[in-house]
């Protein structure tokens, strides 16, 4: 019976990630009212700790919205985007793509500014295409090739120019350097389930002042009813009912996002780089290398790795499925390709990485996987 509960399935995907247990153990808290003041004294303590998750100034708005990441990328073109708006969209992968499909349903006219696959946007091709530009749209961390765009050097360009800048942080807010205010970044979204180990459900988001004034001066409200930015304020500030906000979901959220910052961005910043080098360690002598190839483009919380020659990919994760670990391949035009590997939250440690390691000498017959694996690790403890 116990083994359908999955307890120890190991999650290895770029989201979602495995739940942290402090996370897992508010989940079995009882059900309070979405107006309850305990309720509202959680949410104003999930609020200041998004505060400095993000890097905002000390008062910005921050919320979390009712729905997944991909919720927190729709409010941000529902709200900051009007008919016939001009927008830039960094477009390197499969989720800067959905955002400028997102932008256009808002009716954006949008602009598309690519790279190739596995590559970064180069802020010159930004640079060239910013002229008469209301928002440009970047994805930070590229969950489909594992490229990290170099969002600083593009916020510096957009500050001169006017041009709200919206970030999506899916992959790298709580886990990687993110300093919105310092950058210049104007809407930033990430998911629950992804650096932060909280159940899927949630979206955290961050909004400048600038963005609230470009929403105030909308000709038009937004056609997106739920996550209006007025109505986000009627109930997280105001603490007016809008809409019955997923209370069991704020409980868990805010026992993971207050471990992740007990725990500290450096701390977290470090395990992933560690871990991430001794699993390339381990499987590099395999054949397995880097997909992204400049050192500099490369996402450290999705590592995508290129398989070896003749590689099994469907058969090797289907074998690893059957010993209750999940690991994800590439996506589209790199399918049978690459494999992703999630190290986001508690997906960046040891434990489940050398469970990894050993089951893959089980299923290929190699032998010095884990061993490999663990003199990486102690070198860098070392
Ligand atoms: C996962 C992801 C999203 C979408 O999040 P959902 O929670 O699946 O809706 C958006 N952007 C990036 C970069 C992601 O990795």
């Known amino acids: ?7 120890d399935h190991i999650l290895l995907t770029p989201g979602p990630t495995p739940i942290h247990p402090r996370a897992q153990r508010a989940l079995m808290r009882g059900m309070l009212g979405h107006m309850d003041p305990e309720v509202f004294a959680l949410n104003r303590e999930i609020q200041a700790d998004l505060r400095v998750m993000y890097g905002t100034r000390p008062d910005d708005f921050t919320a979390v919205l009712a729905g997944t990441g991909s919720l927190g990328m729709e409010a941000g073109f529902a709200n900051l985007v ?22 256009a349903r808002y009716g954006a006219r949008v602009r598309l500014v690519t790279a190739p696959l596995g590559e970064a946007i180069r802020p010159e091709d930004v640079a060239a295409h910013l002229d008469g530009v209301q928002m440009v749209a970047v994805v930070h961390g590229e969950t489909s090739t594992g490229v990290l765009n170099p969002v600083p050097q593009i916020a510096e360009l957009v500050r001169g120019s006017g041009a709200l800048l919206t970030v999506d942080a899916v992959t790298t807010a709580g886990m990687e350097p993110f300093h919105m205010d310092e950058w210049g970044v104007d809407y930033a979204y990430t998911g629950a389930q992804k650096c932060l180990s909280a159940p899927p459900g949630l979206a955290p988001v961050a909004i400048s002042e600038r963005a609230f004034a470009r929403y105030s001066a909308r000709r038009t409200p937004t056609p997106l009813w739920y996550c209006d930015f007025e109505g986000l304020q009627d109930y997280w500030t105001r603490h007016t009912y809008h809409h019955t906000v997923p209370v069991n979901l704020h409980f868990a959220f805010h026992a993971a996002l207050q471990a992740a910052l007990e725990e500290g961005m450096e701390a977290r910043v470090r395990r992933v780089q560690e871990v991430g080098a001794a699993i390339l360690a381990a499987l590099a002598p395999l054949g397995f290398s880097h997909y992204v190839r400049r050192p500099q483009d490369r996402l450290p919380t999705v590592l995508a790795l290129r398989l070896p020659q003749g590689f099994d990919d469907a058969g090797v994760r289907l074998a690893l499925r059957q010993r209750e670990i999940s690991v994800t391949g590439g996506l589209g035009p790199t399918a049978g390709m690459i494999w992703r590997l999630g190290l986001m939250g508690e997906a960046a440690r040891p434990a489940p990485y050398r469970a990894l390691m050993y089951a893959l000498e089980g299923i290929l017959g190699e032998s010095r996987l884990v061993a490999r694996f663990d003199e990486a690790l102690e070198g860098v403890l070392a």
Not at 1 to 7: A, N, P, Q, V, Y
Not at 82 to 102: K, T, W, Y
């Open 82 to 103: 009007e008919q016939g708006d001009e927008i830039l969209v960094c477009a390197n992968g499969s989720f800067g793509r959905r955002m400028a499909e997102m932008a």
């Open 1 to 7: 019976m116990f083994d359908d509960l999955h307890l």
